[in-house]
Structure formats: C-alpha cells, structure tokens
C-alpha cells in the first residue's frame, strides 16, 4: 500500500473482518450497486474476498450484484459490464458463493428516448429544474430491483453501495448526518424495509486504487484485471452516478462527467468521459459526440419546441415571450432520423426494438392519425421493416384529416385541440362510464393555452 494510507492504521484485513461482522451479524441479504466503476468494484471485491474466507456453513445469505443499464450507456461501458456481470456469475457458480448477478434497465416506454422522441421532453440540462433523467433511467430501475428482493427474501435487505466521505466535503457531511450512533449502517432514504452500509466510506481515492490494483497484482477473484480498469479512466477521475435514490451530495451532478455515465449525456458542457475515450484512441465514437453536440444545438430553438407544456399550462419569460414546452412532433421525428443514421453509421444498436415500439404507442396515442409515421420513417432510415410494419393502420385517412384541419381554420379552432379531442374519444370509447370520457373532454377544454389571451386580459386589468 502506498504511504499515508487508510491501510498503514487500518489494515485490509482489519476492513475485511468488518464487511464479515456486519454480513454475519444478521439473516438479511446484500444488494451491491455496481456501476463498474473503481469505487463499486472495490467494494464487489472486499465482500468477494470475504465471502472466501468463510466456510460454506456460515456462506449463509444471498448477495444480489445488480448493475443499470441505462440503455444509452457508452458502447465501450456497456460491452464492459456486461463482461463483467458474465463473470462474477460464472466465478460465484465456480467458486460456490451465494452471489446473483444481474443487469437491470429501464421500462422501455420510460426510457430516454420514448421520452425525448416520444413525448417530446427536452433533453436534460444542468442548471435546469427538469432534470429528469438520472431518476427515470438508473435509480427507479434500481430501486425497483431492490423491492423485488425484498418481497422474494420476505425480510429486510442491506444495499452495499462505494460512497466514500473523501468525495466531496457535501457528501461526507450527509453521510455523517444519516450514521446511526454505534451503528455500520443507516435507513435507506427512499426504500421501506432496507438499511445501507457503506464499506469503503473512510477510503480515500489513493487507498481505492491501492485495493484495486496492488492485492493479488491487480487480479479480480473472478477473473479480471483491474489495470484494464485504470485504462478505462485514461487519467480523468469522475465521479460514479447514484445508485437506487442514494444521491449523497453532489452525486447527480457530478454524473456527467463519469467515466461511466451516459454517451448522450446533456448535463454538463464538456462530455469528459465519451471526449476522454476519443482522445484515447476510440474514434469509432466520434459519431456519439456529434450526435450529443447536435441535439444540444437545437434544444432551445424556437422551431424545436412547442409554445406549451405536455399538460397544456403556458408561462411567460422574464422577457414576456412564452417559454418552451416539449419538441415538436416534427424535432421528435427529425432526432430519430438522425439517430438511426448515427446507429447505422456505428453498426452498434443505440435504440432497441421495444423502445421504437413504446416511442410508436406513444406517437399513436398522442399525435399521429396516421399510425403510419414511425415505421415509414424507420424504413426509410434503414431499408428494413419494423416487426409490426404490416399490422399499422390508419385511424384517419388522410384526406379526412385535410379536410379537419380546413375546417379548424377556417373556424379558428386550434387543429391541436381537434386532433387531441379525436384521439381522446378513440382511447376512452370503451369505457362504459361516461364520467370519464366527459372528464377527459373537460381537461382537454379547459387547458391554460387555449385560454391565455383572455386570461392575460383578464390579469391586465387588475393590474
């Protein structure tokens, strides 16, 4: 170990003796949240090594290893962890340990893109309040795999995560404000039914490094070598994003600037991570790095963004013009096209085939008459036909739909407010409660953008 370490007055058998205390202190099961990044691995490897020292007898809980892929995780992160979880699944049947290792992602229609091509959101940015992504994308589907251990073990679960109060000065104070005096772990902040302990919490980055690379040269027990790790950082050390609604500090914003973060990731300026993997020799993702500069450039362009919000509410800026609301149907189109054109220029899979159905669903539900745009458009893009092409219907045919958007015009009815009216009977005509139906016309009438103009009247007076 090297000098001025955690180790020279705790030694690594001493921090080992503790992982074994608290695992053999009770029945409840381990969850480890592991990113592959040097923190979570480090802590995959001390409860690893633990689980060796001890006879099979006292082996005598389950230890769920679960990774999240986010489904726009660098292909190069992606390929690795995948590796990964093979391996410590194969070495734990191998090696007799009770470990389960598993990947976990997002809902296919809650994923990144059904909600930027979809439902048009914007992409998330740094400084903004609509930060979605980090939430929808990693610790939900985290979360919910924890809350399925729950119910299968029938008990409480201790979840294992590689938070370290040498990260930032904000996330040691809010560790330190959930310990429990005399107490190795503190309640979990979202999750009923499951506590955390934090191993590596007194580690500093030198003594991660120095468990990672000089135990047993490097070597992982199930097979890997940790100095293909340290290549993976290529001398940039970012943080690693949270795991299952533990945002200690300033972990989310520190996200972006992961090396194990998102390749379309839009909360920082500069993409350190996917720019770093370039710089290193990996120029095949350079059509990553267009893209990700391509749909910052046109998120806050009027011809872009809609006028409204997805619930029809309006505000003004401080300018007195009208702030966004989501992409159009027209940006949401166009972002797949050039997603599909990035993906056929990268011969990698960057959307999957139940993502493109969720994103047609959600198109079908919300802006498309036709039931037709999506898979005509993938078509187009690659020359292939999506699985369901020959099952698409219209609801309208388009020359009805001409002769509607004639009629709202020349009546000075919003064509949006007609085609939302349409597809609101269409989805509600089953329902043998006319409550709902009338509910759902009331809504779709009484939205704040048909209403601004009179409203605004309304509110100038009174000034």
Not at 132 to 147: E, F, G, Q
Not at 180 to 195: F, G, K, P, W
Not at 339 to 355: A, P
Not at 366 to 388: A, I, N
Request: charged share 30%; net charge negative.
């Amino acid at each position: 170990m090297t000098k001025n370490s955690y180790f020279n007055e705790n030694t690594l058998d001493e921090l080992i003796e503790e992982i074994k205390f608290v695992y053999q202190s009770d029945d409840r099961p381990w969850v480890i949240g592991y990113s592959g990044g040097k923190d979570s691995t480090a802590v995959v490897e001390l409860v690893y090594k633990m689980l060796l020292s001890l006879p099979d007898w006292q082996r005598n809980k389950n230890v769920y290893i679960v990774s999240s892929d986010t489904l726009i995780e660098n292909p190069l992160i992606k390929i690795y962890l995948n590796k990964m979880n093979y391996m410590l699944g194969q070495a734990a049947l191998r090696d007799g340990l009770p470990i389960r290792s598993t990947m976990v992602t997002p809902l296919a229609d809650n994923s990144f893109w059904a909600n930027v091509i979809g439902r048009g959101f914007p992409t998330p940015k740094m400084n903004g309040k609509f930060r979605w992504c980090t939430d929808r994308l990693k610790i939900d589907p985290s979360a919910d795999y924890i809350r399925k251990v729950i119910k299968e073990e029938s008990q409480e679960v201790v979840v294992l995560l590689g938070v370290r109060k040498d990260e930032s000065i904000a996330r040691k104070r809010r560790i330190e404000g959930r310990e429990l005096s005399n107490r190795l772990m503190n309640r979990h902040e979202t999750i009923q039914d499951a506590y955390v302990y934090n191993p590596i919490v007194e580690l500093t980055t030198e003594d991660v490094w120095d468990v990672l690379l000089n135990l047993d040269g490097g070597q992982t027990p199930w097979g890997y070598d940790n100095n293909e790790l340290a290549t993976l950082y290529s001398g940039a050390d970012g943080g690693e994003c949270p795991f299952a609604g533990i945002q200690a500090g300033n972990q989310t914003q520190s996200c972006g600037n992961s090396r194990f973060g998102c390749w379309v990731c839009t909360v920082v300026k500069e993409d350190k991570s996917l720019n770093g993997f370039i710089k290193s020799g990996h120029r095949e993702l350079i059509p990553l790095a267009d893209f990700r500069t391509w749909i910052m450039s046109i998120r806050n362009k009027d011809e872009y963004r809609e006028k409204k919000r997805r619930n029809g509410t309006v505000y003004e800026l401080k300018t007195g013009e009208l702030g966004y609301g989501p992409f159009t149907w027209e940006a949401r189109q166009l972002i797949l096209k050039e997603l599909l054109k990035t993906q056929k220029q990268m011969g990698y899979e960057l959307i999957t085939i139940e993502e493109l159905k969720a994103i047609d669903e959600i198109w079908d539900q919300e802006l498309d008459f036709s039931r037709r745009t999506l898979v005509e458009l993938y078509e187009e893009m690659t020359g292939e036909r999506l699985p369901w092409y020959s099952y698409k219907e219209p609801l309208l045919e388009e020359k009805t739909v001409e002769e509607l958007e004639d009629l709202a015009q020349n009546n000075e009815v919003p064509f949006d407010l007609v085609r939302n009216m349409i597809l609101s009977v269409y989805q509600n005509k089953n329902y043998s409660n006319q409550k709902i139906m009338r509910e759902a016309m009331e809504r779709l009438l009484n939205q704040q953008w048909l209403h601004y103009e009179i409203l605004k009247e309304i509110e100038d007076e009174d000034k």
